[in-house]
């Protein structure tokens, strides 16, 4: 029997997360499991998950990693009301 793939790490970025912070989470994430995974609601959720992006770029840069992510809508139903997010898929740039 294998053991089935690990799910990559869900992160929940608000409006008032610290990117640094945020940051820091990705790229142990990226580290440890190869990609990571966020979700944001609201302009200002999604502002501070890019500029976290951006600047785990700069934490893993040094071991030769560079990221990318990929965007996409995603309907969640919180507190009873169906609201759109922004997914995030994060993962290490792959050949050049």
Known sequence: MTNPTPQPNLFKVASTSNPASVAGAIAGSIRERGRCEMQAIGAGAINQAVKAIAIARGYVA??????VFVPAFLDLLVGGEERTAIKFVIEPRRGS
């Open 62 to 67: 040094p071991s030769g990693l560079d990221l």
